[in-house]
């Protein structure tokens, strides 16, 4: 029977090919679309799951009020571990660990040269300092190695497999032993590797590659204050603690003691502003942005938003498949009259179709694994680095097998049910007919299927001109003509190359392409990680407040174009002995004229000048109180306006930049970026949510018209002798394709009167997410509606003008 029925589904298919082209090319396409998105779930789901007792884990982490402002810190005072240890109960296991990185990383090689590896702006060869504790809470697979006593000593190194391949060509018990110089800011480590571990197979968010003996740091007094060890005041995010409680332990409770016994340890007259320690559960460290730190997190609503973007394709590709079923029923009708006049149950009828719809889903589902490595390669840099497409995966197979059932559940049960349903008498006289009910329902799936993609479109319209207007909009300073480059990690811990840099400086403002240069500690961007809380005397007597600190020289305002609205300039000193900042921050000190704050103290040095505010950060947030002060020695960033007319082009001045650098610095990479390129990064969540709303947008609607494409041939095709009469009673062709759309493109009108106030809603709280942001305005939902009637109306138009076009002798012959 089995062999019957797909004897019967191969003929099937292969006799109505267009249908078939249609259904596989819709469910592929949705499958596709599913299986990508379930690609990134399941990632983002897997973050360290595997932990033993993990519901006993968290990592401790500070949170602070300045003024009215809260801050988060992923991290906390380097003392406050050891103080948890001694002196709090309920703590199993305690594990600090403070992160860093090596600039230069050297391989002695007896009697050779050492092989040097050099950190890039990109990859950084990062590590951690740390004990064998931190193994006790997140255990890691060890090929060489004792946890209890590989990082118990002075200098010691643990790697993992990919680590040492990097360094030594290989991962094997052999490189124990071997040594290993790192060079770091202001400091070398000369350590023995004494471990190797495995990689991590699933995703963590503690998926360190090199790990430094805690004793290497703490043992000597210049890398203990280096790392903060003593000073109970300073929190700092590459300082971290995770803790294993005793069960029972209410992690609340235990958060107020901590901040106690930080608080009760602040020297007097240090404490500013107000701190709590809270312990952060493992299972939320990789979807809490508050506590990120610079590092990779998920968004579960946004997880939840991918979901449900995926069941609305395959859901579309389903109602494609229902509406194209029902509608060609009665081409089977004569099919299921002789099985049932031959003793076929109405059980049987209902297996045959939902095997036939199988076979297309797997077909389809074949298709979208092709489709799938296609939109992984296409969405690039949105999709997380751990996200591949696994042929090997057990997982993958048993993911596509269940969606197949379960679309072709969805899809072929209803079709299948109402062909089982038929009268034998009825379909042998040919008297099957289109049961209004049916009618009714293919019309109602049309509207939900182009709702869904109106929805898309007018997102994908909103997402583009919110991009384009965060981009473009005036931030309050000028971004056009400038690179920026910093001096080498290597200037840090080389006094020589400390003092060059002015000097390269000087020979880059004297070329015939460059405008002007100053030297800072970052752009006008880049200020959302440093700030220090400054004291100063307002109307209610003494106050603090948050300040975002810029370091720069004297050329800074002038070349980034700030407006000076009073005052002066800085003068260049090597300590910071002044302010320039800007009318957020006067008003904030009480000065509603901020002219006015000329000469008042803060933080016990004077304000010389009043710039006009300007976005450093992106337009999601308002602008804060910020200030600019003279540091020689911190101005480590080269800003570097060029000439917009002149002899020498852009490149050709920036070649000869790096002529300069490569004499300056030999051996040194030169990493230059245009400053407008940096502003296009700063949205680039937004423009990787723009990007996947585009081809979701596209899926949809290429979906949507498949449907529509298929339906209306269909139509044509059941009217063709009714074209046909039409046309020798005089109808134009203008007249037949009316005749053939009208009714499609109705259903499509009302589909947009209900998808644009939902759409509306829908935008408008995304919006809310942007402190500047766009105006809605309905001209945006009439073009998006002008571009679903008009896909629509080629689709449809298409195969009608196909219709009308066809001799009329032909049609009246057709029967």
């Known amino acids: 029977m ?40 399941q990632y983002e789901l897997h973050f360290d799951k595997r932990v033993p007792d993990s519901e006993h884990v968290y990592r401790l982490v500070s949170k602070f009020k300045f003024g009215d402002e809260f801050y988060h810190n992923p991290g906390l005072a380097a003392p406050i571990p ?9 703590v199993k296991t305690v594990a600090p660990f403070h992160s860093g990185s090596f600039q230069i990383v050297e391989i002695p090689c007896p009697g050779k040269e050492p092989i040097q590896f050099r950190a890039s702006k990109d990859e950084k060869d990062e590590f951690v300092s740390t004990n064998g504790a931190f193994f006790d809470i997140l255990p890691r697979q060890w090929i060489a190695g004792n946890p209890e006593t590989a990082l ?56 360190f590659q090199a790990f430094v003996s805690l004793a290497t740091q703490t043992t000597s007094k210049k890398r203990r204050d280096n790392l903060g060890i003593d000073q109970w005041n300073n929190t700092n995010s590459s300082s971290q603690c995770l803790l294993k409680l005793a069960p029972g332990t209410d992690p609340k409770r235990l958060g107020d ?6 608080d009760a340890n602040v020297p007097a007259g240090e404490k500013t502003g107000d701190r709590w320690l809270l312990l952060q559960p493992l299972s939320d460290v990789h979807f809490n942005a508050d506590f990120a730190g610079g590092q990779h997190v998920a968004h579960r609503p946004t997880l939840l938003i991918l979901g449900l973007v995926g069941g609305f394709l395959l859901l579309l590709a389903c109602i494609n498949f229902i509406n194209l079923a029902t509608a060609q029923s009665t081409r089977r009708a004569k099919e299921i009259g002789i099985r049932k006049s031959l003793g076929s149950e109405r059980k049987q009828l ?91 329902l293919r019309k109602g799936l049309i509207v939900g299927q182009f709702t869904i993609a109106q929805m898309f479109i007018i997102g994908a319209l909103l997402v583009g001109q919110q991009i384009r207007y965060m981009i473009n909009s005036d931030q309050g300073f000028q971004r056009e003509a400038i690179v920026t480059f910093s001096t080498p990690m290597s200037s840090f811990f080389n006094s020589d190359h400390n003092d060059v840099r002015f ?86 000190m009480g000065f509603q004229q901020p002219a006015r704050a000329i000469g008042h103290l803060l933080g016990k040095k004077p304000i010389v000048g009043i710039i006009r505010d300007f976005n450093h950060r992106s337009l999601h947030n308002t602008i804060q109180p910020t200030a600019l002060m003279s540091q020689k020695g911190n101005l480590h ?79 044509a095709e059941r009217r063709t002798k009714e074209i046909g009469v039409r046309k020798v009673l005089g109808a134009s062709v203008s007249n037949i394709v009316t005749l053939l759309s009208k009714d499609f ?57 196909k219709a009308a076009l066809r001799n009329p002798v032909t049609s009246l012959r057709s029967e």
């Open 2 to 41: 089995l062999r019957n029925y797909l004897k019967i589904a191969l003929r099937s298919l292969s006799r109505n090919r267009l249908t078939t082209l249609l259904n596989v090319t819709g469910l592929s396409v949705g499958i596709a679309s599913c299986l990508v998105i379930y690609l990134i779930v």
């Open 82 to 90: 050891d103080a948890v240890r001694a002196k709090l109960t309920g």
């Open 152 to 207: 118990s000593k002075p200098d010691q190194i643990v790697l993992t497999e990919k680590q040492a391949r990097k360094y030594f060509g290989e991962a094997s018990p052999a490189i124990v032993g071997r040594r290993l110089i790192g060079r770091q800011y202001k400091d070398t480590l000369m350590l023995t590797v004494s471990g190797l571990l495995s990689d991590l197979a699933e995703p963590s968010n503690f998926d």
């Open 257 to 262: 003691q901590i901040t106690k016994l930080a």
């Open 350 to 440: 209902i297996v045959q179709f939902l095997g036939e719809t199988l076979l297309l889903t797997i077909l389809a589902a074949s298709a979208s694994l092709l489709l799938a490595n296609g939109a992984l390669t296409y969405l690039g840099e949105i999709v997380p680095k751990g996200v591949t497409l696994d042929l090997t995966n057990p997982t993958l197979y048993l993911f596509l097998l269940a969606t197949s059932f379960i679309t072709a559940l969805l899809a072929g049960f209803y079709p299948g049910t109402l062909l089982a349903r038929l009268s034998p008498v009825a379909t042998l006289r040919n008297q099957t007919g289109q049961a209004a009910g049916i009618a009714t």
């Open 503 to 588: 000097t390269l400086a000087e020979r880059i403002r004297k070329l015939s392409g460059v405008e002007r240069v100053s030297m800072a500690n970052q752009t006008p961007l880049s200020g959302s990680w440093s700030t220090s809380t400054l004291e100063f005397t307002g109307k209610k007597g003494k106050s603090e407040v948050n300040v975002y600190r810029k370091q720069v020289d004297t050329n800074f305002v002038a070349l980034y174009g700030l407006k000076l609205l009073a005052g002066r300039n800085l003068i260049e000193n090597d300590t910071t002995r002044e302010y320039v900042i800007n009318e957020t921050l006067a008003r904030y």
């Open 637 to 715: 960033m080269f800003n570097v306006r060029f000439r917009r007319s002149g002899a020498a082009t852009f490149d050709q001045t920036l070649a000869q930049i790096k002529k300069l650098w490569a004499t300056t610095y030999p051996g040194e990479p030169f990493e230059a970026k245009f400053f407008d390129e940096a502003i296009v990064e700063l949205y680039s969540n937004e423009r990787n949510l723009g990007k996947l709303i585009n081809l979701a947008t596209g899926i949809a609607v290429l979906i949507s018209c498949l449907g529509l494409f298929g339906l209306v041939t269909f139509s």
């Open 745 to 801: 493109l109705v259903l499509i009108l009302i589909a947009v009167l209900i998808a644009s106030p939902l759409a509306w809603w829908g935008t408008t709280k995304w919006l809310e997410g942007f402190t500047y942001r766009i105006d809605l305005s309905w001209s945006l939902f009439v073009l998006a509606a002008l571009l679903v009637i008009g896909i629509s109306l080629i689709t449809v138009s298409f195969q009608s003008i």
